[in-house]
């Protein structure tokens, strides 16, 4: 008799969750649609893009530590997304 129970109560938790499982299969469906409606970017290599830099510019962002700033700010901006994330603080 309990197992008779237990088979009724597992299948109507399988009714109950088959709706959720639609509508995120849906969901993922659509998204997957939505993607392969965008455009192919086209990927440009570093070192073919900074060949272009000029003498005079890569002397400036050397002189200024744009390595460095650009790292700093990366890393300052990540870490404000974060910390806004948190209850009671952002």
Same mark, same amino acid.
């Given at each position: 008799?309990? +197992?008779?129970?237990?088979?009724?109560? *597992?299948?109507?938790?399988?009714?109950?969750?088959?709706?959720?499982?639609?509508?995120?299969?849906?969901?993922?469906?659509?998204?997957?649609?939505?993607? +392969?409606?965008?455009?192919?970017? *086209?990927?440009? *290599?570093? &070192?073919?893009?900074?060949?272009?830099?000029?003498? *005079?510019?890569?002397?400036?962002?050397?002189?200024?530590?744009? &390595?460095?700033?650009?790292?700093?700010?990366?890393?300052?901006?990540?870490?404000r997304?974060?910390?806004?994330?948190?209850?009671?603080?952002g």
């Open positions: 008799m309990g +197992d008779i129970i237990q088979a009724i109560i *597992d299948f109507w938790i399988e009714v109950v969750l088959l709706v959720p499982r639609i509508i995120f299969w849906a969901a993922f469906e659509v998204l997957e649609l939505a993607l +392969d409606m965008l455009p192919a970017i *086209d990927i440009v *290599d570093p &070192q073919t893009l900074s060949s272009g830099f000029t003498g *005079d510019l890569v002397y400036f962002l050397t002189i200024m530590e744009f &390595q460095y700033g650009l790292g700093a700010v990366t890393s300052a901006l990540v870490a997304f974060l910390l806004r994330r948190i209850p009671f603080i």
